[in-house]
């Protein structure tokens, strides 16, 4: 990837531990900025992000987010973060179209190299819009 | 009705065994395998409408053993495959659902044994909905156009036809005209002239038409060949060797569609 890439963190918990690892690791991908769940959908509307990252340890109804993200955004790479991973769950996420599912690694290198493998990600390609102008519409 | 044909690999005989009798009372014809060699073997044989894969098919004590999920990777993507295992964790769940670099996961649902055959038969019914839909969709598009190709050839015979009359009675007419002008019935051969003129202007209008008619069968007759050419390309992508070379040319194909069809 050239330039620098936009990752956006959806959390209910704003400036806690684990947003300031996964600052911290994201510095050599790009920047990260972070929102609530509240303004997300609209956040996500305005703006392209390269990744986006659910903590969904602090935020409610993960899958309804996910889905909301993947039709308003075609090209949304989703990754859904959590303290305590359950195959249910994760089972869930990919249903409503996450890109991968993760624990919450504490550890700068691991978070790292599996964000960088799902921006890498290449999307289906009937998730591609017709033309070009809707991904700033 | 053909029966659906679904693969059921697991390497517990017996557990295969009653899960293959409920999905045959459900009316599936089931073809089972206790080891991904058979089982690839089924599916190379191409005839598999979805398969079903215990995730731990070589040994069921061993935690690394992803192997349904290796076999889901190696074979084609176009039949659909659901994981099953006794053994479900969210890394097996990752393993199988998360889109690989390319875009496509290895299976398209993962069910856990203990959630029981019905939660199994929903997985494959909602599975097989979605594939029924994109080949009924492909279908009655090409109903769709075959029907206004067989209209618009219809449409160019009725025009090719009228517009030969009108030309042939137009030049009758004119011989007809000049003949009584040379035999001196000036009166009659005038108007008779001109309305063979007239007539022949009128089956040339019509000639007009019935081109146009052609170009529309012409039109309807390529798009009809797209979709065939389509869908002959999609399967010729299973004919490939490696999955990955599978991926890149089905991406490709629908790339090349979506950009034909879809962009203005």
């Given at each position: 990837?050239?330039?620098?890439?936009?990752?956006?963190?959806?959390?209910?918990?704003?400036?806690?531990?684990?947003?300031?690892?996964?600052?911290?690791?994201?510095?050599?991908?790009?920047?990260?900025?972070?929102?609530?769940?509240?303004?997300?959908?609209?956040?996500?509307?305005?703006?392209?992000?390269?990744?986006?990252?659910?903590?969904?340890?602090?935020?409610?109804?993960?899958?309804?987010?996910?889905?909301?993200?993947?039709?308003?955004?075609?090209?949304?790479?989703?990754?859904?973060?959590?303290?305590?991973?359950?195959?249910?769950?994760?089972?869930?996420?990919?249903?409503?179209?996450?890109?991968?599912?993760?624990?919450?690694?504490?550890?700068?290198?691991?978070?790292?190299?599996?964000?960088?493998?799902?921006?890498?990600?290449v999307l289906p390609p009937w998730s591609r819009p017709q033309n070009p102008k809707e991904r700033t519409s | 009705m053909k029966k659906t044909n679904i693969l059921f690999?697991?390497?517990?005989?017996?557990?295969?065994?009653?899960?293959?009798?409920?999905?045959?009372?459900?009316?599936?014809?089931?073809?089972?395998?206790?080891?991904?060699?058979?089982?690839?073997?089924?599916?190379?044989?191409?005839?598999?409408?979805?398969?079903?894969?215990?995730?731990?098919?070589?040994?069921?004590?061993?935690?690394?053993?992803?192997?349904?999920?290796?076999?889901?990777?190696?074979?084609?993507?176009?039949?659909?495959?659901?994981?099953?295992?006794?053994?479900?964790?969210?890394?097996?769940?990752?393993?199988?659902?998360?889109?690989?670099?390319?875009?496509?996961?290895?299976?398209?649902?993962?069910?856990?044994?203990?959630?029981?055959?019905?939660?199994?038969?929903?997985?494959?019914?909602?599975?097989?909905?979605?594939?029924?839909?994109?080949?009924?969709?492909?279908?009655?598009?090409?109903?769709?156009?075959?029907?206004?190709?067989?209209?618009?050839?219809?449409?160019?015979?009725?025009?090719?036809?009228?517009?030969?009359?009108?030309?042939?009675?137009?030049?009758?007419?004119?011989?007809?005209?000049?003949?009584?002008?040379?035999?001196?019935?000036?009166?009659?051969?005038?108007?008779?002239?001109?309305?063979?003129?007239?007539?022949?202007?009128?089956?040339?209008l019509f000639f007009k038409r019935a081109d146009v008619g052609n170009e529309r069968m012409d039109r309807y007759h390529s798009e009809l060949l797209r979709i065939r050419q389509f869908e002959n390309l999609l399967v010729a992508c299973d004919e490939l060797s490696l999955a990955g070379q599978q991926e890149?040319?089905?991406?490709?194909?629908?790339?090349?569609?979506?950009?034909?069809?879809?962009?203005?």
């Amino acid at each position: 990837m050239t330039g620098k890439a936009r990752f956006l963190l959806i959390t209910g918990s704003p400036n806690s531990y684990w947003q300031s690892i996964l600052s911290d690791a994201l510095i050599p991908l790009g920047t990260l900025e972070a929102t609530s769940e509240k303004d997300a959908v609209e956040l996500v509307l305005r703006n392209t992000y390269d990744l986006i990252i659910v903590d969904a340890t602090t935020v409610s109804g993960t899958p309804t987010l996910v889905t909301q993200m993947r039709s308003r955004r075609w090209d949304s790479r989703i990754v859904v973060a959590t303290d305590s991973p359950t195959w249910t769950r994760a089972r869930e996420a990919f249903q409503a179209g996450a890109t991968d599912y993760i624990r919450k690694f504490l550890d700068k290198e691991e978070l790292l190299a599996v964000l960088r493998i799902a921006l890498a990600k290449v999307l289906p390609p009937w998730s591609r819009p017709q033309n070009p102008k809707e991904r700033t519409s | 009705m053909k029966k659906t044909n679904i693969l059921f690999a697991d390497n517990d005989g017996e557990f295969l065994e009653s899960r293959s009798e409920f999905l045959e009372q459900e009316g599936f014809k089931v073809y089972k395998a206790l080891n991904p060699t058979v089982a690839k073997d089924i599916i190379d044989q191409g005839n598999i409408d979805l398969a079903v894969l215990d995730l731990r098919l070589l040994n069921d004590n061993d935690d690394k053993d992803f192997s349904g999920i290796i076999l889901a990777k190696q074979t084609t993507s176009s039949i659909p495959k659901i994981i099953l295992t006794r053994y479900p964790t969210y890394e097996a769940v990752r393993e199988a659902l998360a889109p690989q670099l390319i875009g496509l996961p290895p299976s398209v649902d993962f069910v856990a044994k203990q959630e029981g055959p019905q939660a199994l038969l929903t997985a494959i019914r909602r599975v097989l909905r979605f594939d029924k839909l994109f080949q009924q969709g492909i279908n009655s598009l090409a109903d769709r156009i075959n029907e206004d190709y067989i209209d618009a050839r219809k449409q160019a015979q009725v025009y090719f036809l009228t517009s030969l009359l009108a030309a042939l009675t137009g030049i009758l007419i004119i011989f007809v005209g000049i003949g009584l002008l040379m035999s001196g019935v000036v009166a009659a051969g005038v108007p008779g002239t001109i309305a063979g003129v007239i007539l022949g202007a009128v089956g040339a209008l019509f000639f007009k038409r019935a081109d146009v008619g052609n170009e529309r069968m012409d039109r309807y007759h390529s798009e009809l060949l797209r979709i065939r050419q389509f869908e002959n390309l999609l399967v010729a992508c299973d004919e490939l060797s490696l999955a990955g070379q599978q991926e890149n040319s089905k991406i490709k194909i629908i790339e090349a569609a979506t950009d034909l069809w879809l962009t203005p």
